[in-house]
């Protein structure tokens, strides 16, 4: 079975410090991996994923993520963080299989302050 | 573009009532997702149409939950005799249909329908 853990319920940084939010995985073979961000009263919108290639995944608002499969994780980062990047933050693996392909398993979410 | 559009965005409704939320997918996607997201919980996967049909309902809590899709585009959730623990957001999502060569095309998510049963 699939699944993510997101270690940290709550993250704070001050803006223009590096962030990092933390991933690991389970999977039975190669994972999909994402990375979604979630503002006040909205729904959910997309980060990056992480299909197969570089380690390195970049995507939007400046931010990237890191697949590490010796340690079964993938960060997400920051390298200078931004007052309006302070969100609730979800990390997902996808369903390979049957009738559970395309779906998203999520964490639990971290919750991101950076403060001014 | 339009994105994924859901209604009603706040529902008040008593305990025991029946309610209906609306999901208006992403033009041309086939697959679609409903998840609920309460205070303090993650993102619970609730079933997952492939146009009209649900091959995954295995996330619906109790058969008080029933979902259905019509002309693989518009789908009604619908839960019965509501109860106080069916308070959260309910969160619907759509996608181009996975495994068609579009290898795990990302979810796009509506605002959301807070349900509050009192």
């Known amino acids: 079975a699939q699944s993510v853990a997101q270690p940290e319920d709550q993250v704070n940084v001050a803006e223009g410090n590096p962030l990092t939010v933390k991933c690991t995985y389970s999977?039975?073979?190669?994972?999909?991996l994402f990375w979604y961000v979630q503002y006040p009263n909205r729904g959910l919108q997309f980060l990056l994923k992480?299909?197969?290639?570089?380690?390195l995944v970049k995507g939007s608002y400046g931010f990237e993520a890191e697949f590490n499969k010796s340690q079964t994780s993938f960060h997400l980062k920051k390298p200078s963080a931004l007052v309006s990047d302070s969100a609730l933050y979800f990390c997902?693996?996808?369903?390979?299989?049957?009738?559970?392909?395309?779906?998203?398993?999520f964490g639990r979410g971290t919750q991101l302050t950076v403060w001014p | 573009g339009a994105g994924v559009s859901q209604s009603p965005s706040n529902k008040v409704t008593e305990k025991g009532k029946d309610v209906e939320l609306r999901c208006d997918p992403i033009?041309?996607?086939?697959?679609l997702y409903w998840y609920r997201q309460s205070l303090g919980q993650g993102l619970e996967f609730l079933i997952y149409f492939q146009g009209n049909s649900a091959p995954d309902k295995s996330g619906l809590p109790s058969d008080r939950f029933s979902a259905e899709r019509t002309g693989g585009s518009v789908s009604t959730l619908t839960i019965q005799r509501t109860q106080q623990e069916d308070s959260a957001v309910y969160l619907c999502?759509?996608?181009?249909?996975?495994?068609?060569?579009?290898?795990?095309?990302?979810?796009?998510f509506g605002n959301g329908t807070r349900l509050t049963v009192t």
């Open positions: 999502a759509s996608s181009l249909a996975p495994g068609t060569g579009r290898v795990n095309s990302p979810l796009h």
């Open positions: 997902a693996v996808a369903g390979r299989r049957g009738s559970t392909l395309g779906r998203l398993y």
């Open positions: 033009s041309g996607h086939t697959a």
């Open positions: 992480y299909i197969t290639g570089d380690n």
């Open positions: 999977v039975s073979g190669n994972p999909y």
